[in-house]
């Protein structure tokens, strides 16, 4: 980055500054002079400013109603607080699916098969182009692909959606045929392979799409990770921590920990989190151990959402609660004011908030 330092800072310091302020703040200072405008497209800021954002986790809900027209996201930010914004520059109305590194993948409700990612800061989006597999509405269930990632390297400022289920033959049961499409943002075009799996996924779990090491991890309800390698397109299956408990009121989640992929398992009385610190060799080191004697009452329907090495977002059927880590203090964040059925963690996914481009 060339620039002069005619001013009282260096530019290093300035640049340390103006990284570490939100997004919307950033690009009102861009009328400041032409070096601050052309920041957002200076590599060496982008990176610096993303990196810097990693140490920052949030919690994006959809809180919007069946009878919503436009899509309500709140933001809780463990700095900041809550704030709320809408996708309503996407001219439709979507249900998020996917979130990774700033940016977020949404289907079409009224239009089965397509999908936007958007970074929501900056309000740009990409209409994804439609897949010519045919195949793609006869994802098992409901007309929809079971699983559905978001992979974003932010150094590359690349992107893959992925799309995958069990196929089945209008009017059949799946034949155990599991299909995936995976869209490159560099080619703009969709690739597809085919392989067998014989596991089964619960709804809950999928939401918690974890991408680490290049690759795309969901918990799947056999008790292991499935992994699918986006290098070389192979899905592969990890184990568990084995020190796991899977007996009655043991609940199992999977969670991004500060670049590492981690485990958390909920009891009646313990939150234990895990965090696989040598991922070739699958070495698993208990990291915390938190008693949840002080939430005793919501621990039925605590749902671990996102975390970092100092501090842990969780949603209940009407908050989200965070737990700072080093102090071990529980904090009410975020309660929901309208009537909805639907507990929070069903549209809860973890956010931070970056410029990471979509086009």
Not at 64 to 86: P, T
Not at 124 to 146: C, H, M, N
Request: a positive charge.
């Amino acid at each position: 980055m060339n620039s002069r330092g005619d001013g009282f800072f260096p530019d290093e310091v300035i640049l340390q500054i103006l990284a570490r302020l939100p997004v919307k703040s950033l690009f009102m200072c861009k009328t400041v002079c032409k070096l601050w405008y052309r920041l957002s497209a200076d590599k060496y800021f982008v990176q610096l400013y993303n990196d810097l954002s990693v140490k920052n986790l949030m919690v994006l809900v959809d809180v919007s109603e069946a009878s919503d027209s436009k899509s309500r996201l709140i933001c809780v930010d463990n700095l900041s607080g809550v704030s709320e914004f809408s996708l309503d520059f996407l001219k439709a109305r979507v249900k998020v699916r996917a979130s990774c590194n700033g940016l977020l993948c949404c289907s079409s409700i009224p239009d089965k098969g397509v999908y936007y990612v958007c970074n929501p800061m900056t309000r740009e989006f990409r209409l994804l182009p439609r897949s010519r597999e045919r195949p793609v509405t006869r994802f098992y269930p409901d007309g929809e692909a079971t699983l559905v990632g978001l992979a974003c390297c932010s150094s590359s400022q690349k992107f893959n959606v992925v799309l995958a289920g069990y196929h089945r033959s209008f009017g059949h049961r799946s034949d155990g045929t599991f299909i995936c499409l995976v869209f490159d943002s560099e080619l703009n075009r969709w690739r597809k392979f085919v392989s067998f799996q014989d596991d089964h996924f619960t709804h809950m779990k999928r939401n918690q799409v974890v991408f680490v090491n290049g690759s795309l991890h969901w918990l799947t309800g056999s008790s292991c990770i499935l992994v699918l390698d986006l290098h070389c397109d192979i899905w592969r299956k990890m184990s568990l921590p084995g020190e796991v408990s899977y007996g009655s009121g043991n609940r199992i989640y999977l969670l991004e920990s500060d670049g590492c992929l981690s485990v958390i398992q909920i009891s009646d009385a313990w939150l234990n989190i895990w965090v696989l610190k040598d991922y070739e060799r699958e070495e698993w080191h208990l990291v915390d151990r938190v008693s949840l004697r002080c939430v005793r009452g919501l621990v039925p329907g605590i749902f671990p959402i996102s975390q970092t090495g100092e501090y842990v977002f969780l949603a209940t059927h009407k908050q989200v609660l965070v737990y700072q880590r080093k102090k071990r203090v529980w904090k009410v964040m975020y309660s929901v004011n309208n009537s909805s059925a639907l507990p929070l963690w069903f549209s809860a996914h973890a956010f931070r908030s970056t410029i990471f481009s979509c086009h």
